[in-house]
């Protein structure tokens, strides 16, 4: 939501400005960041041409961005780029390639043991207190030191999941020799600090972002209105659409389940499919318009994935970063699909078993990367033993293609279900009313109570599945138009915003992973 910058800039004011405030983070989507950010901006026009000073610059009001969200812990991001620049200059300077295997496991432990310490400590105690129990109760042991756990109370630092892997692919990429490692730390900080994708991702890859950095930036009319346009359609995306069906409808489906009909769990099971897609893709929207301001370019991190007929083909629309960032790093290196097919569908179940775990410390997790890992190794399998099946995207016959989108939009909304219940018993419980409570005479009750969550469902959806061409069509107008045009549509936009708000701040769903 758009929140109003005070005029009273009183020393308590500035006070704030300046101090973290853990129930209040930095968002894209409040007014302090707009403020700031039109601040920023004008020093960093006026700074492009200098590019040292640019650079320190942009690496002080990212640590500053990054405080405002995490606090103290700023100082791990430093940490991990400080470890892993002096481990990636080490790499370039080792011949032997035990030593060279030797340092980028470093790199490995310090990146994933920081990730298991702050994201997983509580649930391998937890699993393994479980497991002691289940042991004892077999020998008839008594259980020892209690039988519940109290969890550890261990802050979880803002986006770790996200710069520890950008970190890592950085070293892995000199390891393979396929990157020149930085010279200076600066330069280093810069790239895996840069506030745009810092929080919540695009993971972007070294070997694209770095040669941006030390060209002069270069903005356009064109550039400045493809930017504008995605911060728009991020802004709309998530405090319009995912905000308001998440406060007003599917967060109390989630929350009891068994107080709504089927057909109002299903609904809910749609409408955090919606949310989780206008969540994530509206903040990857903003960070890649926010960059290019910057004049930096990232990679598209998500491409309609509703629209896809497959399950592969969705991996390769949806947080299409992280899926890149699996299939390269961990897919292949654990032989991917070269040594046999048997193999190939273990590599893809263990990857996604991994993949279901990065978003957290939980068997809901865990389970609905499973079912991924389960959902591709089947396609894989259809490809490899039937030959109607090896036809991809535009290649499929029309009907073959609406068949393949409405099993694989279903599949997914399967996983969503555990992806967001709060436990399990809860997942299951929204599946036990849809398939033994349906109750299908309730949607006109449904509808009038729910209008403006129905409507906004429906429009989410229809805009979502719209041609390709209707969006580029769009694109071009803001693009084309004169700037102080392209000022009028994010005007437009903010007030949408101010009028539909919700009352409170909701923090991007990614921001826990």
Same mark, same amino acid.
């Given at each position: 939501?758009?929140?109003?910058?005070?005029?009273? %800039? =009183? @020393?308590?004011?500035?006070?704030?400005?300046? !101090? /973290?405030?853990?129930?209040?983070?930095? *968002?894209?989507? +409040?007014? &302090?960041?707009?403020?700031?950010?039109?601040?920023?901006?004008?020093?960093?026009?006026?700074?492009?041409?200098?590019?040292?000073?640019?650079?320190?610059?942009?690496?002080?009001?990212?640590?500053?961005?990054?405080?405002?969200?995490?606090?103290?812990?700023?100082?791990?991001?430093?940490?991990?780029?400080?470890?892993?620049?002096?481990?990636?200059?080490?790499?370039?300077?080792?011949?032997?390639?035990?030593?060279?295997?030797?340092?980028?496991? %470093? =790199? @490995?432990?310090?990146?994933?043991?920081?990730? !298991? /310490?702050?994201?997983?400590?509580?649930? *391998?105690?937890? +699993?393994? &207190?479980?497991?002691?129990?289940?042991?004892?109760?077999?020998?008839?042991?008594?259980?020892?030191?209690?039988?519940?756990?109290?969890?550890?109370?261990?802050?979880?630092?803002?986006?770790?999941?996200?710069?520890?892997?950008?970190?890592?692919?950085?070293?892995?990429?000199?390891?393979?020799?396929?990157?020149?490692?930085?010279?200076?730390?600066?330069?280093?900080?810069?790239?895996?600090?840069?506030?745009?994708?810092?929080?919540?991702?695009?993971?972007?890859?070294?070997?694209?972002?770095?040669?941006?950095?030390?060209?002069?930036?270069?903005?356009?009319?064109?550039?400045?209105?493809?930017?504008?346009?995605?911060?728009?359609?991020?802004?709309?995306?998530?405090?319009?659409?995912?905000?308001?069906?998440?406060?007003?409808?599917?967060?109390?489906?989630?929350?009891?389940?068994?107080?709504?009909?089927?057909?109002?769990?299903?609904?809910?099971?749609?409408?955090?499919?919606?949310?989780?897609?206008?969540?994530?893709?509206?903040?990857?929207?903003?960070?890649?318009?926010?960059?290019?301001?910057?004049?930096?370019?990232?990679?598209?991190?998500?491409?309609?994935?509703?629209?896809?007929?497959?399950?592969?083909?969705?991996?390769?629309?949806?947080?299409?970063?992280?899926?890149?960032?699996?299939?390269?790093?961990?897919?292949?290196?654990?032989?991917?699909?070269?040594?046999?097919?048997?193999?190939?569908?273990?590599?893809?179940?263990?990857?996604?078993?991994?993949?279901?775990?990065?978003?957290?410390?939980?068997?809901?997790?865990?389970?609905?990367?499973?079912?991924?890992?389960?959902?591709?190794?089947?396609?894989?399998?259809?490809?490899?033993?039937?030959?109607?099946?090896?036809?991809?995207?535009?290649?499929?016959?029309?009907?073959?293609?609406?068949?393949?989108?409405?099993?694989?939009?279903?599949?997914?909304?399967?996983?969503?279900?555990?992806?967001?219940?709060?436990?399990?018993?809860?997942?299951?419980?929204?599946?036990?009313?849809?398939?033994?409570?349906?109750?299908?005479?309730?949607?006109?009750?449904?509808?009038?109570?729910?209008?403006?969550?129905?409507?906004?469902?429906?429009?989410?959806?229809?805009?979502?599945?719209?041609?390709?061409?209707?969006?580029?069509?769009?694109?071009?107008?803001?693009?084309?138009?004169?700037?102080?045009?392209?000022?009028?549509?994010?005007?437009?936009?903010?007030?949408?915003?101010?009028?539909?708000?919700?009352?409170?701040?909701?923090?991007?769903?990614?921001?826990?992973?």
């Amino acid at each position: 939501m758009i929140h109003s910058l005070p005029l009273d %800039l =009183s @020393l308590e004011r500035l006070r704030a400005l300046f !101090a /973290y405030q853990p129930e209040s983070p930095m *968002l894209f989507s +409040t007014g &302090l960041f707009f403020f700031l950010f039109i601040a920023f901006y004008i020093g960093y026009r006026a700074l492009r041409h200098t590019t040292t000073a640019r650079i320190l610059y942009v690496v002080l009001f990212s640590l500053y961005f990054y405080y405002k969200s995490s606090g103290v812990w700023f100082l791990l991001l430093v940490f991990t780029a400080t470890s892993d620049f002096l481990i990636a200059r080490a790499l370039a300077a080792t011949v032997r390639p035990a030593g060279r295997k030797a340092w980028v496991t %470093l =790199s @490995l432990v310090i990146n994933l043991g920081m990730l !298991a /310490y702050f994201k997983y400590t509580n649930f *391998l105690l937890q +699993t393994l &207190l479980a497991i002691g129990q289940s042991m004892g109760s077999w020998f008839g042991v008594a259980p020892v030191g209690g039988t519940v756990y109290e969890p550890l109370d261990i802050f979880l630092p803002v986006g770790i999941s996200f710069f520890t892997f950008q970190s890592l692919s950085y070293t892995i990429d000199v390891y393979r020799g396929e990157l020149q490692p930085l010279r200076r730390w600066i330069d280093y900080l810069f790239y895996v600090s840069f506030f745009p994708g810092l929080v919540a991702g695009p993971i972007v890859r070294a070997r694209d972002f770095i040669p941006q950095m030390f060209r002069t930036p270069v903005v356009t009319r064109e550039t400045l209105g493809e930017g504008l346009y995605l911060i728009i359609c991020g802004l709309l995306k998530k405090s319009v659409i995912s905000d308001y069906i998440s406060v007003n409808f599917v967060d109390r489906i989630f929350d009891a389940p068994t107080l709504y009909t089927g057909l109002e769990n299903l609904v809910g099971a749609y409408g955090y499919a919606l949310q989780i897609y206008c969540d994530f893709s509206g903040y990857s929207d903003m960070a890649i318009g926010i960059a290019l301001l910057l004049g930096i370019r990232f990679n598209t991190n998500f491409d309609s994935p509703y629209q896809s007929a497959t399950i592969t083909e969705f991996w390769r629309r949806w947080h299409i970063s992280l899926s890149t960032w699996l299939k390269d790093y961990l897919y292949i290196s654990l032989g991917g699909n070269r040594r046999g097919r048997v193999r190939t569908y273990v590599n893809l179940m263990l990857t996604m078993l991994l993949g279901g775990l990065w978003h957290g410390a939980s068997g809901r997790f865990i389970l609905w990367g499973g079912l991924h890992g389960a959902a591709l190794a089947v396609h894989k399998f259809m490809m490899n033993h039937f030959p109607s099946f090896r036809p991809t995207g535009d290649t499929m016959s029309p009907l073959r293609r609406v068949c393949g989108v409405l099993i694989t939009f279903h599949v997914v909304c399967f996983g969503w279900i555990f992806f967001r219940a709060d436990t399990m018993a809860t997942g299951w419980d929204v599946i036990r009313q849809i398939f033994t409570a349906f109750h299908p005479e309730v949607f006109s009750q449904f509808v009038v109570g729910y209008t403006e969550v129905f409507l906004l469902i429906l429009g989410g959806y229809a805009i979502h599945f719209m041609p390709r061409v209707v969006d580029t069509t769009v694109r071009g107008w803001v693009t084309q138009s004169p700037t102080l045009v392209q000022a009028l549509y994010l005007t437009v936009a903010i007030i949408i915003v101010l009028q539909l708000k919700s009352a409170d701040i909701v923090p991007f769903i990614y921001f826990q992973f």
